[in-house]
């Protein structure tokens, strides 16, 4: 009973430290296997522009179909910046979740303390795509009150091109599985932009830390800057639009840790049986030698 019990116990500490090892911010970093991208990825990648003033002139349309000034969500409070695209096959829902659920856990209202400012670098996408995105997303965070705090756009590919060069977003159009040029290979990373519209802090990946962007927006709200974090990019692409090679790399890995788990455990159980074997039958061959 004693040796069940530290099984259970063992497996109940092993698989939360599996799983976070198969879903972890390094794990995520799907890529090619040898030391050189692609050659399409070339353009594609991160800049941190640190301290950056954003063209807050640029105009774009909200997912309420009206046109926007940049401007008119800066001044009073920071925001978080994403760069999407809303048919995105893959990165960019997970970047939009993780970056939801962080938000569940951070004291700070968007609307009341800082702005959701997310925009499509799609110039073909309208309306109609941003206004269901910011609907799924207000819906997923909890809080329907808060709606006045996301803000879904769209824009043309000039004002695209303004906003993605100052934050130092590289990407590339590629062909989706239709052959067309209708998707993107980019980079996954918000950024905090102080009330004055300068970039503050950038965060790669798709999982953010509650704490961390609990500090970032504190430190933007007093118009502080941040400095540079490890630039390990995840990438949002194709490698294969027929067999969608991405996906299946990021399924291998938890297929690995899957497998390791139930290696691990099975031989962990087997040595744990194997000395309750040998306790419990060494004293009756010790009693039958004395004997």
């Known amino acids: ?4 019990g530290m099984i259970v116990l063992w497996a109940g500490m092993l698989a939360p430290a599996l799983v976070a090892q198969v879903s972890s911010y390094g794990d995520k970093q799907m890529g090619p296997t040898n030391d ?35 401007s008119s969500y800066f001044g009073k409070r920071p925001a978080i910046l ?18 939801t659920g962080a938000l569940q856990m951070v004291d700070e209202i968007p609307g009341r303390d800082f702005n959701v400012i997310v925009v499509s670098i799609d110039p073909t996408e ?32 000039a004002n695209i091109d303004a ?24 980079a996954s990373s918000i ?20 704490k961390d962007l609990r500090l970032g927006l504190a430190e933007a709200s007093a118009n502080r800057i941040g400095s540079p974090v490890d630039n390990i990019l995840t990438y949002c692409y194709h490698y294969d639009p027929k067999t969608n090679t991405h996906s299946l790399i990021v399924a ?35 009693a039958k030698v004395n004997g």
């Open 1 to 4: 009973m004693a040796t069940a």
């Open 36 to 70: 050189k991208p692609p050659s399409i990825l070339d353009g594609v990648g991160i800049a941190q522009h640190l301290n950056q003033q954003l063209p807050l002139n640029l105009s774009f349309t909200d997912d309420a179909g009206k046109q926007v000034m940049l």
């Open 82 to 99: 994403a760069l999407v695209y809303y048919q995105c096959p893959m990165l960019c829902s997970e970047e939009l979740n993780g970056l």
């Open 126 to 157: 309208g309306t109609d795509l941003a206004a269901a995105k910011k609907r799924s997303y207000v819906k997923r965070y909890g809080h329907p009150e808060t709606a006045a705090g996301w803000h879904f756009m769209t824009g043309t590919q």
């Open 163 to 186: 906003l993605t060069k100052a934050v130092g977003f590289g990407y590339v159009k590629i062909p989706g599985p239709d052959g067309k040029l209708t998707q993107f290979a980019h």
């Open 191 to 210: 950024q905090i932009v102080t009330p004055e519209g300068k970039l503050a802090q950038y965060y790669m990946g798709v999982e953010y830390s509650p």
């Open 252 to 286: 291998r890995v938890v297929q690995m840790g899957g497998f390791l788990t139930v290696v691990l455990l099975g031989g962990f159980m087997l040595l744990m049986f194997r000395r309750d074997y040998r306790q419990t039958h060494q004293p009756a061959r010790e």
